[in-house]
């Protein structure tokens, strides 16, 4: 069942194709919970993509519907990609957009990892 009030999980989105090996992405970590990528469209010299390879829509989806193993081995996997990725000692950030307000595009719940310079403010202005 889906979180009240928010759509189902489509099977359509572009990361069930990626989870799905029917489209290709630039994998750089894999696990039994998890998968990462770099984005498409990198917004910083490091912008990688951590999703579980459950059927979860959102980060809201996620922690309602997700079991204690799903969720304890996805956010170990974030942090592993990020210490794989040389992140650890400089530092990075981690977000994931929720739905509208939060500008998600992508209905399969991902966490965008950036790294690789100073980030500036948390929330740009405007
Ligand atoms: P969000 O706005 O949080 O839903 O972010 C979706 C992200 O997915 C954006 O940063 C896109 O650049 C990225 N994206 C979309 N399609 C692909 C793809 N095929 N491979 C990798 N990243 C993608």
Same mark, same amino acid.
């Given at each position: 069942?889906?979180?009240?009030?928010?759509?189902? =999980? *489509? /099977?359509?989105? #572009?990361?069930?194709?990626?989870?799905?090996?029917?489209?290709?992405?630039?994998? !750089?970590?894999?696990?039994?919970?998890?998968?990462?990528?770099? *984005?498409?469209?990198?917004?910083?010299?490091? &912008? !990688?993509? #951590?999703?579980?390879?459950?059927? =979860?829509?959102?980060?809201? /989806?996620?922690?309602?519907?997700?079991?204690?193993?799903? #969720?304890?081995?996805?956010?170990?996997?974030?942090?592993?990609?990020?210490?794989?990725?040389?992140?650890?000692?400089?530092? =990075?950030?981690?977000?994931?957009?929720?739905?509208? &307000?939060?500008?998600?595009?992508?209905? &399969?719940?991902?966490? &965008?990892?950036?790294?690789?310079?100073?980030?500036?403010?948390?929330?740009?202005?405007?």
């Amino acid at each position: 069942m889906p979180v009240s009030g928010l759509p189902p =999980y *489509d /099977d359509a989105n #572009i990361f069930a194709r990626i989870l799905r090996g029917e489209i290709p992405a630039k994998t !750089v970590f894999e696990d039994e919970w998890a998968l990462a990528f770099h *984005d498409i469209a990198p917004q910083a010299p490091v &912008h !990688v993509l #951590i999703i579980p390879r459950g059927k =979860y829509c959102s980060f809201a /989806d996620f922690t309602a519907q997700g079991s204690e193993a799903e #969720i304890g081995g996805f956010f170990r996997a974030v942090g592993a990609v990020a210490r794989q990725m040389g992140l650890e000692a400089p530092g =990075y950030r981690i977000l994931a957009n929720m739905g509208e &307000h939060g500008g998600q595009e992508v209905p &399969h719940f991902h966490v &965008h990892l950036f790294g690789g310079r100073s980030l500036g403010r948390m929330v740009p202005a405007g």
